[in-house]
């Protein structure tokens, strides 16, 4: 059977029930992050709560996790440990969304929970005061799995004029970014900005600088939102770092890191050391940085290889890249451009953390 990306929304007539009133009761959308990286949510009913809710007064919930790949069938539950609230941009009023982390019956984190782990790294370093400013590099699918605005046969003309394009045939579906954009300030989320990328129905977003542990939780739930506006419209999010081969740029998820000593005045040497670490630990980052990388990391398009560990200021061919304005500067950030578009970033920015501090066990 042919598929179509034809699409008929029914947003017209959501709206009416989006005005109802609630009766003293909220939604609140428990969000968490499967065995595939990709967002599961579901939704309970809460009593309205004066000054709303903090994690601490939410309670906690579960799953069944033999139908996420994240628990075996017969000990499926899986519990949801709320750890960050957000407004929520689609149920509007005092709705919220619900950020969890998994946790097994026995008490112990759940295997794709990344982000206990993060934390504990983060709130041992905290000293450091780390930033983050997360890339996220997407492409969006028509429901027959093609990018968005592809012609049904062959290719579109090669890269070049798609790159911040402006105008029909460079880009599409520029819709869902504004939704999303727009969504994202409404949720508290520290999105910093956004252009079209370079392959034709690729994109951007960026979160940050965050400090800790909140760069994973804001980009999860950038993630979540962006899932959900692309459902209204029609569309699909693929967070593949390799979409198309050959001559067609991969996504990534580049990582922008600085601690207080890198943004002060002589912080370049700062900098430097903890390239130095970074250079020691190559394989270790790679291994958290995403799968299907290899496809990506090919020293070509914008790329470093992925078996060797390589800086440079202004060079976008490195797996690590110092800002020409910082090297000007001699303090700021760099660059990590090796994690692939559909890493965790728990996993990114923890061994960012461990490599240049130390484990959290020590
Ligand atoms: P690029 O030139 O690589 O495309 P972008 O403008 O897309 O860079 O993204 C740069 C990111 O770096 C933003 O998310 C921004 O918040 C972040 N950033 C800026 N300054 C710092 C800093 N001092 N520490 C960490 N992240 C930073
Ligand atoms: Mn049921
Ligand atoms: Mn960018
Ligand atoms: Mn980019
Ligand atoms: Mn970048």
Request: glycine content about 10%.
């Amino acid at each position: 059977m042919a598929t179509t990306d034809s699409f008929i929304s029914n947003a017209a007539n959501l709206q009416k029930y989006l005005s109802l009133d609630q009766k003293g009761s909220i939604m609140a959308e428990y969000i968490w992050i499967d065995s595939e990286l990709q967002v599961r949510s579901k939704v309970r009913t809460l009593k309205a709560k004066e000054g709303g809710y903090s994690p601490s007064d939410l309670p906690i919930w579960n799953f069944d996790g033999s139908s996420t790949g994240q628990a075996p069938g017969d000990n499926s539950d899986v519990y949801l440990k709320p750890v960050a609230v957000f407004p929520d941009p689609f149920m509007l009023g005092d709705n919220i969304l619900v950020l969890s982390e998994c946790w097994n019956a026995d008490g112990t984190p759940n295997k794709f929970n990344a982000r206990h782990e993060a934390a504990k790294l983060m709130e041992l370093h905290a000293a450091h005061e780390p930033w983050f400013g997360l890339e996220q590099e997407y492409t969006l699918l028509g429901l027959s799995d093609k990018p968005y605005g592809w012609p049904v046969n062959g290719y579109p003309a090669p890269q070049g004029p798609y790159y911040c394009g402006v105008g029909g045939g460079k880009v599409v579906m520029r819709d869902i970014v504004i939704a999303h954009y727009k969504a994202c300030l409404y949720a508290g989320i520290k999105i910093s900005g956004t252009n079209a990328e370079v392959m034709p129905a690729q994109w951007e977003f960026q979160v940050g600088p965050c400090l800790g542990i909140e760069q994973g939780d804001h980009l999860w739930i950038a993630r979540y939102l962006l899932a959900r506006v692309a459902e209204e419209f029609g569309a699909k999010v693929s967070f593949e770092p390799k979409p198309i081969p050959g001559d067609w740029n991969g996504a990534g998820l580049h990582t922008n890191f600085s601690t207080k000593e890198m943004r002060e005045e002589g912080g370049m040497k700062h900098i430097e050391a903890a390239i130095e670490k970074l250079s020691k630990r190559h394989s270790e980052h790679i291994a958290v940085y995403g799968k299907g990388n290899e496809a990506r990391l090919t020293g070509r398009h914008e790329t470093g290889s992925i078996d060797s560990f390589s800086y440079g200021v202004a060079n976008r061919g490195a797996s690590v890249r110092i800002p020409r304005e910082v090297a000007a500067k001699n303090y700021g950030y760099f660059e990590d451009r090796r994690p692939a578009s559909n890493a965790d970033p728990y996993l990114i920015t923890g061994i960012i953390m461990e490599t240049c501090f130390g484990p959290a066990d020590k």
